[in-house]
């Protein structure tokens, strides 16, 4: 197992083992068992308490959704919550994931989502942000042909750096605002934690949906 060890919190994970995923890598090429269907899988990186990943599961039955997360004491929370909403199309790996690519082949991810990624502030971490060009073309290498990205945040020196990403690694940007709740796209919809709580603070919500 690769959880980050926290008093407690393995035992609770360990009970709720039909909602994780254990070594991803050996998954590769083949998450369609995990499932136990053919459906489109769709993943979130960084999913945080897990309330945007057991909505949109809850939202979307014909799809099967795989939640990352690389904190066990947050990760357990995603995990309680689907077992409680009883959710089958949802499993979650605990782990930082890296290198996505190592975990997934290409054309398995039908879409990502990128949720108030931590925004790595100082220039020299650059390389940590989950819209780095670096992390992009891991992204490139799961998604199917179609398939889109799709990231929020508050954080605007966050979202201008990944649409400088986006642009410069010759993605294409379908949809883009910086005020994603007086804007008409459906991904106000399905609301994350931290979206909730900046947004209780005032603070706007900005959105980027793009394609290869
Ligand atoms: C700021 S929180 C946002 C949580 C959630 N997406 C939301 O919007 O409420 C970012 C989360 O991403 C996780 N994270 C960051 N990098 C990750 C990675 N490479 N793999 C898995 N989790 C990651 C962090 O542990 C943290 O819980």
């Given at each position: 197992m690769r959880y980050r060890r926290v008093k407690g919190a393995t035992e609770k994970l360990e009970k709720l083992s039909g909602y994780i995923t254990t070594n991803p890598q050996d998954f590769k090429g083949r998450w369609k068992e995990v499932f136990g269907n053919d459906n489109d899988i769709y993943l979130e990186m960084g999913c945080g308490k897990g309330q945007f990943i057991t909505q949109m599961a809850k939202k979307h039955p014909e799809r099967n959704f795989i939640g990352v997360e690389g904190q066990e004491r947050v990760l357990l929370r995603a995990a309680q919550l689907a077992s409680t909403e009883g959710i089958t199309n949802v499993t979650f790996v605990c782990e930082f994931l890296r290198e996505p690519s190592l975990a997934f082949d290409k054309g398995e991810v039908a879409g990502l989502f990128l949720n108030f990624s931590d925004p790595?502030?100082?220039?020299?971490?650059?390389?940590?942000?989950?819209?780095?060009?670096?992390?992009l073309g891991e992204y490139r290498k799961i998604l199917v042909d179609s398939g889109n990205l799709q990231f929020k945040t508050d954080n605007d020196d966050l979202f201008d750096f990944s649409?400088?990403?986006?642009?410069e690694t010759g993605m294409k940007i379908v949809e883009l605002t910086y005020d994603l709740h007086n804007t008409l796209f459906n991904s106000r919809e399905v609301t994350t934690e931290y979206e909730d709580k900046f947004?209780?603070?005032g603070k706007t919500i900005k959105?980027?949906?793009v394609e290869y």
């Open positions: 790595w502030p100082k220039a020299r971490h650059a390389k940590r942000r989950l819209t780095h060009r670096r992390y649409v400088e990403e986006f642009t947004r209780s603070w959105y980027a949906k």
